[in-house]
């Protein structure tokens, strides 16, 4: 009698390959559940409250607010202390950024941050938000001018972070140091951020989510005031040359709105992008975003232009320098 001889299966490896499959199956759940949880908690609860520090809603980088301000699940520069700290752990080795914008009615604001990691540890930020008034005219009751009384307002903020790999989700925490001065008074206050990230087992999706500014009120001379929280709950999907993301934003402030757009890279040294923001705030061509970015050696320069209706419109700049991927992540991707 001829005996055949079956193939031996490699049931130990299938069965690692089964469990890893579970193990990524069952993350996916975990973040979507925690992903949509969020949002059902949030929506109901942040409409209309007193709030102040409103600069701390400013966006900033020309490079999200050409995407139409969208962030929360790509971000990987040191603007990530803004939108989401947990992108802080995305950052290749380290990163610099140096960003102005030319805000509406004259107003200045500022954005200067750094990244920079450390192997098997975990990768550390530190920014300077500021946001300047310029010279304001003080009027008295009746709306006329006082001749010789312009005053002004600065506020600042000095963000530190901290953010995290772990396996497809990278995590992140961030504390901030909040001062505003209006003319003779002046108050101070603390807040720190949240966020998450996780790749998803489909090839080019990100999702994220972050909460910023959660903290106790703050005090100008008899008033109390809260600070302005915000939620952030988004994806981005690569595919070839183009990336298109968006965030769903809640805030105390303002109507629930969409940040949406779309970036595309035909050679490798420009990036365009177009956006467009909803809201309370927003309204027809006012938010609409554009903006492009020239990369070379790790030297970058981003553009990117926001009208906002009879007010103006925003121009914001920056120039950002980013390290080379560490000698581990170069290796791993090959």
Known sequence: M???????????????????????????????????GIGAILVPALLSANTGAAFLKIPVGPRVCGTGEAAVAYIDDASALFYNPAGLANVPTFDLLLAHNQWLLDMNHEYVAGVYGFEGIGKFGLA???????????????????????????DWSLNLGYGRNISDFSVGLGLKFIHQQLESLSTSAWAFDLGAMYKTPLEGLKAGLSVANIGPKAKLYRDSYSLPFQARLGWRYDYSIVGVTQDFIVSETEKPGVAAGVECRPVDVLALRVGYRTGSDYDGFSGLRAGLGISWQGIGV???????GKLGASHRISISYRGPAAETEVEGSE
Do not use: C, L
């Open 2 to 36: 001829k005996r055949t001889m079956k193939p031996r299966r490699h049931e130990g490896h299938e069965t690692n390959r089964h469990n890893g499959s579970a193990i990524r199956f069952i993350r996916f759940r975990a973040f979507v559940a925690i992903y949509f």
């Open 128 to 154: 300077f938000d500021y946001w300047g008034s310029g010279g304001i005219q003080g009027v008295n009751i009746r709306g006329e001018s006082i001749p010789g009384y312009v005053f002004s307002a600065a």
């Open 302 to 308: 981003d553009y990117a232009f926001a009208p906002h």
